[in-house]
């Protein structure tokens, strides 16, 4: 049977444009067609209709009229069941892992910012030709390939498509098995040499205790898993799928022969984690709303706190659990985390559920009054993970966790939607009313979580260290030696905000001394005394007083370490958690 179609041309590459004809056999009369306006997993509108130009229509070698209906969307009028053949053009040239990308060294899509949807077709199988790659170049997806053709793809239908990016290349292969799975790894814009045997070896730890974390001995849902890293100068970040993850990365965090592990490949690590973990959490288990996406709007949830927050607290524990660091540095990254939402003023103006909802127009577009204005889903989502997983754990003995909640959710939900009422219901069913109602104030409450009390019952010693300067004045900065030091942020309630200093301000002396970095200048300013500081605001030069404050909230941070001497049911909880 004729399927919807897309052939995916590669001949233009040197000018960044993929070359699409979409087939669309049997049209309706009016075919209507569009562009998806957002990536699932990247909550944010990002208008990829943008990048396409040139659509024509065809149907048995006549002409059909095109109309567009707005800023993605098209229909076409048609006669007869004869094809209906579609030709663009998409322009791709963003490394980002949510679009498109095209030049002569390499090629990365996703559905969405290639393949326009066929209206009222969406159920149906979809097939992907590509055509026209460079010489030596290989093709790495998850999507299944149609046995017989050459670079031909099929999934089943139009959710499937756009959840199966591709990356085109003649980038490092490796691959695995784990649980019966085949696992395949590639990385393009690798240096020859690198460790890639450590990349392989360290992530299949990962992916076997992550598999065995949700189903014991059993299979995973997917038979093929594919990690296409990019490795650029600076960059980090990804986007799950149901079997393969799109990962950016700094070139520098690859691992090298015979080197110690640093904390730039444990950071690279922690993301591949992240995105693996996904393939469970919100890929598989999702948020209720996202049963059906809607292709044309913003699609909202209350509930990222649960899908990214909790998915970062098991990202680094993963990487504990599978031998990868030990508890010392694990304790370390999530003093991090605590220290980073400790540094955000706007944790007490949105609750995670709020913060959530308005990833789209808050998390994902970020400016100088982010950190004053929202929390991070991901990060305090993390530290209520932490703390429940703690509270699970202290209060039964260590005869539940956060594990065990995990795992129940995925029965109770059939490993499909989730609301947060099942959240709750299976945190009551193991930790009692009052935990779960405790829950559901952290993740609606604009307070601080009570995380150091938690910490100590489970071993861990919370101490308090000196902050770095410009953190005891809550400035958030960027500093080079040729650009000089400007502000990005200023944090509400600040010394430097009582001071009167402004995001874009470009700080140049302090007591007289010029700076290159803001944290030199502690040489010149006796600890927590008034200085002057000179800046540049607007092509203006000024200078101002300012008064370092004595509250511990500005000039400490947390630092935490396994407890020398715990008590005995503190170890045995820390046991149980960090497995020492
Ligand atoms: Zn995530």
């Given at each position: 049977?004729?399927?919807?179609?897309?052939?995916?041309?590669?001949?233009?590459?040197?000018?960044?444009?993929?070359?699409?004809?979409?087939?669309?056999?049997?049209?309706?009369?009016?075919?209507?067609?569009?562009?998806?306006?957002?990536?699932?997993?990247?909550?944010?509108?990002?208008?990829?209709?943008?990048?396409?130009?040139?659509?024509?229509?065809?149907?048995?070698?006549?002409?059909?009229?095109?109309?567009?209906?707005?800023?993605?969307?098209?229909?076409?009028?048609?006669?007869?069941?004869?094809?209906?053949?579609?030709?663009?053009?998409?322009?791709?040239?963003?490394?980002?892992?949510?679009?498109?990308?095209?030049?002569?060294?390499?090629?990365?899509?996703?559905?969405?910012?290639?393949?326009?949807?066929?209206?009222?077709?969406?159920?149906?199988?979809?097939?992907?030709?590509?055509?026209?790659?460079?010489?030596?170049?290989?093709?790495?997806?998850?999507?299944?390939?149609?046995?017989?053709?050459?670079?031909?793809?099929?999934?089943?239908?139009?959710?499937?498509?756009?959840?199966?990016?591709?990356?085109?290349?003649?980038?490092?292969?490796?691959?695995?098995?784990?649980?019966?799975?085949?696992?395949?790894?590639?990385?393009?814009?690798?240096?020859?040499?690198?460790?890639?045997?450590?990349?392989?070896?360290?992530?299949?730890?990962?992916?076997?205790?992550?598999?065995?974390?949700?189903?014991?001995?059993?299979?995973?849902?997917?038979?093929?898993?594919?990690?296409?890293?990019?490795?650029?100068?600076?960059?980090?970040?990804?986007?799950?799928?149901?079997?393969?993850?799109?990962?950016?990365?700094?070139?520098?965090?690859?691992?090298?022969?015979?080197?110690?592990?640093?904390?730039?490949?444990v950071?690279?690590?922690?993301?591949?984690?992240?995105?693996?973990?996904?393939?469970?959490?919100?890929?598989?288990?999702?948020?209720?709303?996202?049963?059906?996406?809607?292709?044309?709007?913003?699609?909202?949830?209350?509930?990222?706190?649960?899908?990214?927050?909790?998915?970062?607290?098991?990202?680094?524990?993963?990487l504990l659990?599978?031998?990868?660091i030990d508890p010392a540095r694990y304790l370390k990254l999530?003093?991090?985390?605590?220290?980073?939402?400790?540094?955000?003023?706007?944790?007490?103006?949105?609750?995670?559920?709020?913060?959530?909802?308005?990833?789209?127009?808050?998390?994902?577009?970020?400016?100088?009054?982010?950190?004053?204005?929202?929390?991070?889903?991901?990060?305090?989502?993390?530290?209520?993970?932490?703390?429940?997983?703690?509270?699970?754990?202290?209060?039964?003995?260590?005869?539940?966790?956060?594990?065990?909640?995990?795992?129940?959710?995925?029965?109770?939900?059939?490993?499909?939607?989730?609301?947060?009422?099942?959240?709750?219901?299976?945190?009551?069913?193991?930790?009692?009313?009052?935990?779960?109602?405790?829950?559901?104030?952290?993740?609606?409450?604009?307070?601080?979580?009570?995380?150091?009390?938690?910490?100590?019952?489970?071993?861990?010693?919370?101490?308090?260290?000196?902050?770095?300067?410009?953190?005891?004045?809550?400035?958030?900065?960027?500093?080079?030696?040729?650009?000089?030091?400007?502000?990005?942020?200023?944090?509400?309630?600040?010394?430097?905000?009582?001071?009167?200093?402004?995001?874009?301000?470009?700080?140049?002396?302090?007591?007289?001394?010029?700076?290159?970095?803001?944290?030199?200048?502690?040489?010149?300013?006796?600890?927590?005394?008034?200085?002057?500081?000179?800046?540049?605001?607007?092509?203006?030069?000024?200078?101002?007083?300012?008064?370092?404050?004595?509250?511990?909230?500005?000039?400490?941070?947390?630092?935490?370490?396994?407890?020398?001497?715990?008590?005995?049911?503190?170890?045995?909880?820390?046991?149980?958690?960090?497995?020492?």
């Amino acid at each position: 049977m004729a399927e919807i179609t897309y052939r995916i041309g590669l001949a233009q590459h040197r000018e960044h444009r993929y070359t699409v004809t979409l087939r669309v056999p049997r049209p309706a009369a009016e075919t209507t067609l569009s562009l998806p306006v957002w990536i699932p997993g990247s909550y944010m509108v990002r208008e990829f209709g943008r990048h396409l130009s040139g659509l024509t229509a065809r149907q048995g070698g006549r002409e059909v009229a095109l109309t567009q209906l707005d800023k993605t969307t098209w229909r076409a009028e048609c006669q007869g069941t004869a094809t209906l053949e579609l030709r663009y053009e998409a322009y791709a040239f963003d490394h980002s892992v949510r679009t498109a990308y095209l030049d002569d060294r390499r090629g990365f899509f996703n559905g969405t910012s290639l393949c326009l949807r066929v209206h009222g077709r969406e159920a149906e199988p979809h097939e992907v030709q590509l055509a026209a790659l460079p010489k030596g170049w290989r093709v790495a997806t998850a999507m299944p390939v149609v046995a017989g053709a050459r670079h031909t793809y099929r999934s089943a239908n139009y959710d499937e498509l756009i959840d199966h990016p591709f990356e085109l290349g003649a980038f490092w292969r490796g691959e695995f098995e784990v649980a019966g799975a085949r696992h395949e790894f590639v990385v393009a814009g690798a240096w020859p040499g690198f460790d890639g045997e450590r990349l392989l070896a360290d992530t299949r730890r990962i992916c076997a205790t992550q598999i065995a974390f949700w189903h014991g001995k059993r299979k995973p849902p997917f038979q093929h898993y594919v990690f296409m890293l990019n490795v650029v100068d600076e960059g980090y970040g990804g986007l799950e799928h149901r079997a393969s993850t799109a990962l950016i990365a700094n070139r520098r965090d690859l691992p090298r022969p015979g080197a110690s592990q640093n904390d730039g490949y444990v950071n690279l690590l922690g993301l591949i984690s992240h995105e693996y973990f996904h393939t469970w959490n919100v890929k598989r288990l999702k948020p209720a709303e996202f049963t059906r996406f809607d292709h044309t709007r913003e699609n909202y949830t209350e509930l990222l706190w649960f899908f990214e927050g909790f998915t970062s607290y098991y990202d680094d524990l993963m990487l504990l659990r599978a031998g990868l660091i030990d508890p010392a540095r694990y304790l370390k990254l999530v003093a991090k985390t605590v220290n980073g939402v400790r540094a955000t003023p706007g944790r007490h103006v949105q609750s995670v559920a709020e913060s959530s909802f308005d990833a789209w127009v808050k998390y994902y577009r970020s400016d100088e009054n982010t950190p004053n204005s929202t929390v991070s889903y991901y990060t305090k989502g993390a530290l209520i993970a932490l703390l429940l997983d703690l509270r699970l754990r202290t209060a039964t003995a260590g005869q539940q966790s956060l594990d065990a909640v995990m795992q129940g959710l995925w029965q109770r939900c059939k490993g499909a939607a989730l609301t947060e009422a099942d959240v709750l219901a299976e945190v009551q069913a193991r930790g009692g009313q009052a935990l779960a109602n405790e829950l559901a104030n952290w993740v609606h409450g604009r307070g601080d979580l009570p995380l150091e009390a938690a910490l100590a019952a489970a071993g861990v010693a919370v101490e308090h260290e000196a902050h770095a300067f410009t953190a005891t004045l809550g400035l958030k900065l960027t500093e080079g030696a040729f650009t000089g030091v400007h502000i990005k942020s200023v944090l509400t309630g600040s010394p430097a905000a009582a001071a009167g200093l402004s995001a874009g301000d470009e700080l140049l002396a302090v007591n007289g001394w010029r700076i290159r970095r803001l944290d030199d200048a502690t040489q010149w300013v006796p600890q927590r005394q008034a200085f002057e500081l000179l800046l540049a605001r607007q092509q203006q030069v000024c200078s101002l007083q300012v008064q370092p404050s004595d509250d511990p909230a500005w000039t400490q941070q947390l630092k935490l370490a396994p407890q020398a001497q715990p008590t005995a049911k503190a170890a045995a909880v820390r046991k149980a958690w960090l497995g020492r």
